[in-house]
Each structure stands twice: as C-alpha cells, then as structure tokens.
C-alpha cells in the first residue's frame, strides 16, 4: 500500500512538473505565433502546378517577372549572390526522390517552377531563433524581414533550397523598382510569402495571376470544392521530397 | 589579480603586441565586412554557412575538452591534473568567447543579435546553444576565479565552489552535444544528420582540446618556470589515444554506413570530401592530409615509446590538432551544403576578409589565454625562468 | 590616492569634453531647434499631434508587428478613425517630404531608423 501511494505521489508530481513546464515554455514559444488572425478564418491556402500546361509557350517567364518586379527582387551578376523567390529549377534536382527516367520527356526535360513551399510543418521555422519567420493561421509561411538576424539557420534547415540571403545591400540591383513593396535590407534572409499583401486585399499571389496559361492554381485547401481540391481528387500530384514529412503544400500535377 | 597582468617581461609584451596586431587586421577587415555584407566572404547562396561557423564548431571541443582535466581530479580525486585544471578551465573560457565571437561575425544583421534573448524561442536549438556557452561561460569564470583566488590566499577554496565544480562536468558535455543537435536536427542535410555526431564531436573533442593542452604545457615549460610533470602530460596522452582512436572509428563508420548503403544523397557528401564531386575537389588535398596526420598522430600515440618521448609526443599532438582542424573546422560544416539540397555544387573559398576576421578572433583567444596564464602562474610565483 | 590630482584632472576633462553640446548650447544662449515641415492634406494626423511627435516611434513599431506579425493592416484611432497601417502607404501619402520632415529631427538627433534602409521613400523633386 506505501509503495502505491508513492508510486502515486511521484506520478502526480511528475505530471505537474510537465504540465507547469509545457505552460511556461507555451507562454515563452507560443505568445506571438498563435496570435495571428488566421484562425477565425480556416483557411488553409495551397498552390497547385499544372506542368504540362506550363511554359507551353517556350522560354515564357511571366509569373517570375511579376514575382521578380511586385517584390523588388534583386538580380545580381555574381550568381553566388543570388536572391529567388520563384524560379526554374531542372525536374531531377527538384524532385530527386523521382525517377523518371522513362516517363514522357515532354514531362521530365521541362524544368519544373520552384519556390516556397509554405510547408506545413516548416524546418525553417522550427529552427529560426528568433521567430522571424513564422507559420501564419492561413498556413502561409511568413518572414519578418525587421527581426531577421541573418544567421541563415533557415537556410541550411530548409530542404527546397527555397530561401536567400542578401549578402549585399539589394537595392543597387533592382532594375525597375517597385515603390509599393519595400526592398530588404542586407543581412536578411528572403523567400516567397503566397503574396501575403495581395493575400489581404482578396488577390490571388502575383504569379497566379501573371500566367498566360492559367498553369498555376492558388486556394483554399480546407474547402472542399475550391479548385485546388477538385484537381487534386480528380489527378494525381507530387510534392516536393515529401518523405522528409515538411508537409509542402505546393502540389505538382503529374 | 588582473593587475598579475599589467607587468611582464619583453618578450611577453611583444608577444602580446604581435597578436594586438593580428586582432587590429581582424577588425579593419570585419569594419569592412559590416559596412558591406557578408557578402565580402567567399559564402553563397548554395554554402551559406563556411570558415566561421566551423571555427565556432571546432572551438566548442576544444571549450568541452577542458572537462578531461576538471572530471578525474574532482570526480576521481586525480590529483596528478592538480596543477592542470586551472588551464582547462582557462583554456575553455578562451574557446567560448572565441566561439561567441565567431557565431557574432557570421550575423547578417549583427546589431539585432540579441533578438535571439529578446524573443526566446525554446524550439529552436539555436536559442538551447546559447543558453549552453553562456552557462558555461559563467561557471569556468566563475570556478576559474574562486579557485585561484584562494590558492593565492593559501586556503582551501570555499566548500560552494564543489557542486558547481560537478555541475560543471555534464555542462561541458552538453555544450558540444547541443553544438552537434543543431547539425544532426536538419534533415535536409543528410551528411549532419546521423545520430552519430554528437559522440563524433565529443571524441574529437577529446582528443584535440588534451592534445592542445600538452603543447601548451610543454610551451610553458620552456618560457616559464611552470612545470606540469612528466606524469600529467603522459595522462594526457593516453587521453589524446583513446579519443582519438574513437573518433578515427567513428569517421569510418560513416563512411561504412554512406558508402556500402550507397544511398547518394548520404555517400555525396563523402565523395565531395575524398574524391570531389562534380569537378570540384577544393577539400579533397586537405581531407586526405587530415587522414595521414591523424593515422601518423595514431602511430606515434598507440606506441608508447614514442607517446613517452615528449618530442614525438609534441609532433602527435600536433598532427592531432591539426587534423582534427581540417576533419571539423573545414570539412565537416562545408561538406554539408555540398552538394546542395538543389543537387548543386558550388565552389567555396575563404576569402581574404574572411580569413582575416578569422585570425583576428584567434588572436583575441590567443591573447586571452596569454593573460590568463600569466595570472594564474604569477599567482603561483612561477611566472619567467 | 596618490595620484589623486592626476584622476581628478582627467575626470574633469572627459567631462568637459563629454557635456560639449551642453556647454557650447548655453554660451550660445539657446540651441539650435529642427523644425519638421508639415504639409499635408488632412487637418490631423491619425492620432494628436502631439502625440505623433512623442510617439510616433513606438506607433510604427505597433504597426509595423501587426501587420507583419499578426495579419492585420487596419487601425483603429482613438477617435474612431480607421487608417490602413503603412508607412509609404499612408504616413508618406500626407508627408511625402520626408527630407524636411523625417530628417529634420532625425537629423539633429543623430538618430538613425532603418525603415528607409528598405521601404521606398517617395520621389522629392529638390
């Protein structure tokens, strides 16, 4: 019977012990990145790519030119400064867990689009120190371009290669300025964020609607009859090294 | 007792000037890099991370190493380490600021470091490593202080300082295995992430932060009137064996494990380092010397005739430390982003900038060791010969 | 203390040197004062103007963290107001002189914010 009580009182105190501490350290993880307002709506949005209706016309780079102009997205000379937030990537090394050897070419030789995946369980958020960048409620995988430390913890977490670094002040290297959205500063990280300020006013992100052929499609996952939801059922879809279990929610239709 | 460090001999003064000067390159060259972006370093897109976050890797070990002296004299009562583990400790508190330093200049926004205090953020490792060097930061500062200030006054060290002292043991090893989760967390680079790395770190560690302290001693015997004894500096050595023979089986078993699997994304990394891949072989001269060091400082530290001849052993513990350098302070963070996670290999060389902050920050450890030294032997009287 | 005249001598000329502004302000009688040129449509900013020239730092800093952070782009002002929070959007619309206004102060404070270092201040034509 003594035994049992002890056995008992450890128990209990041992349960206390997590749940005084998972409180604590939910008041210390928690306190910024729960507040944000998607919740209420229940929105999860997700991008689908229709390769085979992609770059029908050849060489057409319409949604990474409007990527490239409504972000101020540099272009540096020295590819090893390089800033992408939507770019083509050859099919092997964007999905190298595929073999596809003797798939249709028409298939496999056309690079695929690359960009954030807006996973939804984000290594890159898991690691930032800072909590500079974020999972929002919509899902979509945010930066806080002002609290970026520059350490690029991120970079090396994130499995897509989806994310850059300003090795140099970017502003000398923007072309056609785009005086709508700010610029980086140098010593930040940036990736693509869905658009989130088109996301607010009720568009679809830029390259959504930049492309002639209607090639990629952006919704509402949780909503069973958006479009998104309708492709997915009806054909199949790939997702970016999906085993390494990131959740990407950009879908590949094969 | 600082001021111990206000006077000296010449050479000690030049000494110090000469890494003064090595610090001011360092800092000129870091004006630049914070004026410009780290974009004046030889990192890239694809290589984000390069000499400093190795250097920072690298200097983790030889700060937890200082627990091979600290645990057998106190957990063990060894009093052979006696006169030693004042220089463990000192020689980690060095290796920290350096590592501190180095985890500085690789910020993109340095002026926002401390986001990482202002925002704590308990999922992410980063936030558990800094909370670990700054903890063990504090605890040898502060072991360091209370334990020499008593021996200058002749009494026993007050009985508080003990537990400390233990608390400090798991500490040491917690700061290089915290080092070594924020690698082997990441599965998207598979070269990291094996379970094996943290016990790699903490046997490499072992071998190169002893073998540092050897040299030292050795050092010192010849500059001062400080002796460490032949039995010490032999403990030593057996240390600097074993460590070395583990880590050396460690390397091998992931090599076993990513080449027989043959799974390419694990045995690419290993063939960038061994045999280049994708027409870059920038590592491999130094990867494959790394090896011969570390199977000559084998050699001369499994037989003990040349492990008890303090002239070989000097030239093992070299060939230990230096190897080790290239296996973790080069190798190890490099090999990781090569190839990308896109597939890509790119080219990384320090550049010049970057080799300069680099030598600056040493010197910074350098100096600091130099002060501590001299404090702790003027304490003790055994200051110039 | 032996060496008391020596301390007390170089305290007083850090000193001196230290409260510079301080000294030179008042034998010039009074310090030169920043005026922030205000030209604007509306008759009042989104909060007093007294307000905004205490705070407006940690105003932005508000703005800044919840439209980032927590998703929403509007703000309520304590006159029941609503504005939409954006620092080109809607602070430059009504003080696109940002020369005479922003750098006034900034300027004679010598302090620094970074907000220009990335969003885009409007075209002045000097």
């Known amino acids: 019977m003594g035994e049992d009580r002890r056995r008992f009182l450890k128990l209990a105190g041992l349960t206390a012990l997590c749940a005084a501490g998972k409180g604590s350290l939910a008041r210390l993880a928690g306190a910024e990145t729960t507040a944000a307002g998607g919740a209420a709506k229940q929105v999860r949005w997700a991008m689908v ?18 990527c490239n102009h409504a972000h101020n997205v540099p272009s540096f000379d020295n590819p090893k400064h390089e800033v992408k937030w939507i770019w083509k990537e050859p099919f092997a090394d ?35 120190p800072t909590q500079a960048t974020w999972k929002r409620g919509d899902g979509v995988v945010m930066m806080d371009w002002h609290r970026c430390i520059g350490c690029r913890y991120c970079m090396a977490a994130c499995p897509y290669g989806s994310r850059s670094f300003n090795w140099e002040d970017p502003r000398p290297h923007i072309k056609d300025l785009n005086p709508d959205f700010p610029t980086r500063t140098k010593g930040v990280v940036e990736k693509c964020t869905f658009c989130d300020e088109r996301l607010d006013k009720g568009q679809p992100p830029a390259c959504v609607a930049a492309c002639p052929e209607k090639a990629m499609i952006f919704g509402d996952l949780n ?32 | 007792m600082l001021e111990k460090a206000l006077v000296g001999s010449r050479g000690y003064w030049r000494w110090l000037l000469v890494l003064g000067a090595v610090m001011v390159l360092g800092g000129i060259a870091y004006l630049r890099q914070f004026a410009f972006g780290l974009g004046v370093t030889g990192l890239s897109r694809d290589v984000t991370w390069g000499l400093y976050i190795a250097q920072f890797t690298f200097l983790v070990g030889v700060a937890a190493s200082a627990v091979m002296v600290v645990l057998p004299y106190y957990l063990h009562d060894f009093k052979t380490f006696g006169k030693l583990t004042i220089l463990g400790e000192f020689l980690a508190i060095s290796a920290v600021t350096m590592c501190m330093l180095f985890i500085f200049v690789d910020m993109g926004q340095p002026t926002r470091v401390l986001n990482v205090m202002l925002y704590p953020t308990p999922h992410s490792l980063m936030f558990w490593d800094m909370v670990s060097l700054m903890g063990y930061l504090v605890l040898n500062t502060v072991i360091s202080h209370v334990t020499l200030a008593a021996e200058r006054n002749a009494v026993a060290p007050p009985r508080w300082i003990k537990p400390i002292i233990i608390l400090s043991i798991p500490w040491a090893v917690s700061i290089h295995t915290v080092t070594a989760f924020l690698y082997s967390g990441l599965a998207a680079r598979p070269f990291w992430m094996t379970a094996i790395l943290a016990p790699r770190f903490l046997a490499s560690a072992f071998s190169a932060g002893p073998a540092l302290l050897i040299l030292f001693c050795l050092v010192l015997r010849r500059i001062t009137r400080f002796d460490a004894g032949r039995e010490p500096i032999q403990r030593l050595a057996i240390i600097v064996t074993y460590a070395m023979l583990i880590n050396v089986f460690f390397v091998l078993m992931e090599l076993f494990t990513a080449l027989y699997s043959n799974i390419p ?39 003990p005739k040349t492990r008890h001849n303090e002239t070989t052993l000097a030239a093992a513990c070299v060939a230990v430390f230096v190897g080790l350098w290239i296996e973790k302070g080069l190798g190890l963070i490099i090999a990781g982003f090569e190839p990308s996670v896109l597939g890509k290999v790119t080219v990384y060389t320090p550049t010049l900038p970057e080799v300069l902050i680099s030598l600056g920050i040493y010197a910074f450890g350098l100096a600091l060791i130099t002060l501590f030294f001299k404090i702790a032997l003027s304490v003790r009287g055994q200051v110039a010969a | 203390m032996r060496d008391r005249g020596l301390i007390l001598t170089g305290l007083t000329i850090f000193l001196a040197l230290l409260l510079a502004p301080v000294w030179q302000a008042a034998l010039r009688g009074s310090a030169r004062k920043p005026e922030p040129k205000i030209v604007t449509k509306a008759k009042q900013c989104v909060e007093p103007t007294a307000e905004m020239r205490r705070n407006h730092m940690q105003l932005l800093n508000t703005w800044r963290d919840t439209v980032v952070r927590r998703d929403q782009r509007t703000y309520l002002a304590a006159d029941g107001k609503t504005v939409t929070m954006s620092l080109s959007g809607t602070c430059m619309s009504c003080h696109p002189n940002k020369k ?18 990335c969003h885009i201040e409007p075209k002045e034509k000097s």
């Open chain 1, 49 to 66: 790519v229709d390769p085979r209706k992609c770059l029908e016309k050849e060489g057409c780079t319409a949604c990474i030119d409007a």
């Open chain 1, 94 to 128: 964007a999905f190298p867990d595929q073999d596809a050897r003797y798939v249709d070419p028409a298939l496999t030789a056309k690079p695929a689009l690359v960009f954030c995946n807006h996973c939804d369980n984000p290594p890159c958020v898991r690691v930032c």
């Open chain 1, 223 to 254: 909503d069973p009859d958006s479009e998104v939801r309708r492709l997915l059922r009806s054909r199949f879809a790939l997702r970016r090294r999906a085993s390494l279990g990131t959740q990407p929610e950009v879908f590949y239709l094969v």
């Open chain 2, 265 to 303: 994304e694990d045995a690419e990394h290993f063939k960038f380092l061994y045999v280049g891949l994708a027409g870059n072989s920038t590592l491999v001269p130094w990867m494959w010397t790394s090896a011969a060091l570390s199977v000559a400082a084998l050699v001369l530290l499994v037989n």
């Open chain 3, 100 to 117: 005479e206004f922003c750098d006034a102060c900034h300027n004679y404070l010598a302090v620094n914010p970074y907000c220009w270092e």
